[in-house]
């Protein structure tokens, strides 16, 4: 099946500090989205893109499909952007399949 | 909306027990599934389904059934709960349509198996 890496898997950042969070995938996907995971367990999706360019406020989104990774940029964060994000991926033909990472955490700190 | 809904929110089972965990959305999604997530790993996907009567399984499907008679419902069945499956379970749904994939979860539901 296809494998999904995250890295870096923990991240500790001042408030403020900006980060780059990668999605590595081995295969030809269909669909992409990062998810975040509150503190309190809500998956809440932040963007689909499986490809291209996307932002949405202090966040952004790319995913280079023919070079298969995705990159999720959060600036200035906040401690409201703590918690665990998910990169999930579908194979292109892999019959409705989302296959999610094991995630990066984290921390934002004052 | 509300979106996707799930109950119980908390459960506790002893080995041998059976179940049903309520998954229900208003969205007129297609695509519905269920996921387990367990400590310091990601979401496994456990079944899924692409509409009314159809259901497939995913990458974690042993000792689990579902059905789906409704758009709106997609039940997941514990026939004899083991302690193995203490995890927390995710409902998700999501239109199949091309650039409509965002992916919608539930609030989960923790499951303890004693």
């Known amino acids: 099946g296809i494998q999904v890496e995250q890295s870096p898997p923990d991240l500790i950042l001042q408030e403020g500090a900006n980060s780059t969070l990668r999605c590595n995938f081995s295969d030809s996907v269909n669909n992409l989205q990062w998810f975040h995971q509150n503190p309190w367990g809500q998956l809440i999706n932040l963007f689909y893109?499986?490809?291209g360019t996307k932002q949405n406020g202090r966040l952004s989104a790319t995913t280079v499909a023919t070079e298969r990774y995705s990159l999720l940029y959060i600036s200035s964060s906040q401690t409201t952007d703590s918690g665990v994000y998910f990169c999930a991926v579908e194979l292109t033909g892999g019959g409705n399949k989302l296959t999610f990472g094991t995630g990066t955490q984290l921390k934002v700190e004052l | 909306n509300a979106g996707v809904t799930q109950t119980p929110k908390f459960q506790v089972l002893k080995t041998g027990q059976s179940m049903t965990l309520q998954c229900a959305q208003d969205?007129?999604?297609?695509?519905m599934s269920w996921y387990r997530q367990d400590p310091g790993m990601g979401l496994r996907l456990i079944h899924y389904?692409?509409?009314?009567?159809?259901?497939d399984q995913g990458e974690v499907p042993n000792g689990y059934n579902v059905s789906r008679s409704t758009t709106e419902d997609f039940p997941l069945r514990l026939l004899s709960a083991a302690p193995s499956q203490t995890s927390v379970y995710f409902c998700?749904?999501?239109?199949?349509?091309?650039?409509?994939?965002?992916?919608?979860f539930g609030p989960g539901t923790r499951l303890t198996v004693l």
């Open positions: 998700a749904s999501r239109r199949l349509s091309t650039g409509q994939g965002y992916q919608f």
């Open positions: 893109i499986p490809s």
């Open positions: 389904s692409v509409g009314a009567g159809i259901t």
């Open positions: 969205m007129n999604h297609e695509y």
